[in-house]
């Protein structure tokens, strides 16, 4: 993947926050529906691995309208946090995307999913 199409997606998952109120933070991604439909299937990836933040009990996407409500404990956690997190797991994503050659590798999607979650875990360690 080149710095144009990496630059594009992150465009298209560049987030705002709708609504902040205490325990409740509404992401949305205006330019969501921009995203080549190759890359909707692994949407449920990002709701899963938002909870691997401490504070955040769930995530609620709505692909419809293209927003993200992350229930969290306002005493574990911060909306400038959460935003960070998203942050970071965009970057996580796009990492695996550059390292991966989709056309000829035998994709195993399980063993993806694994290493993001390890990369992921790693970042939680450094903050």
Same mark, same amino acid.
């Given at each position: !993947? %080149?710095?144009?199409?990496?630059?594009?997606?992150?465009?298209?998952?560049?987030?705002?926050?709708?609504?902040?109120?205490? %325990?409740?933070?509404?992401?949305?991604?205006?330019?969501? =529906?921009?995203?080549? =439909?190759?890359?909707?299937?692994?949407?449920?990836?990002? =709701?899963?691995?938002?909870?691997?933040?401490?504070?955040? =009990?769930?995530?609620?996407?709505?692909?419809?309208? %293209?927003? !993200?409500?992350?229930?969290?404990?306002?005493?574990?956690?911060?909306?400038?946090?959460?935003?960070?997190?998203?942050?970071?797991?965009?970057?996580? %994503?796009?990492?695996?995307?550059?390292?991966?050659?989709?056309?000829?590798?035998?994709?195993?999607?399980?063993?993806?999913?694994?290493?993001?979650?390890?990369?992921?875990?790693?970042?939680?360690?450094?903050?």
């Amino acid at each position: !993947m %080149g710095l144009i199409e990496d630059a594009y997606l992150r465009h298209c998952l560049k987030h705002t926050v709708s609504c902040d109120l205490p %325990g409740r933070l509404r992401l949305t991604f205006p330019k969501y =529906k921009l995203l080549p =439909k190759e890359a909707l299937p692994y949407l449920h990836y990002v =709701k899963d691995v938002m909870t691997m933040l401490p504070g955040v =009990k769930d995530t609620v996407l709505n692909p419809r309208i %293209g927003s !993200m409500l992350v229930l969290y404990d306002a005493d574990v956690t911060t909306p400038k946090e959460i935003q960070r997190w998203m942050s970071a797991v965009v970057d996580t %994503g796009l990492e695996f995307v550059r390292e991966i050659d989709w056309q000829t590798a035998a994709v195993d999607e399980r063993a993806i999913e694994q290493k993001a979650r390890e990369r992921l875990a790693e970042r939680l360690k450094q903050r």
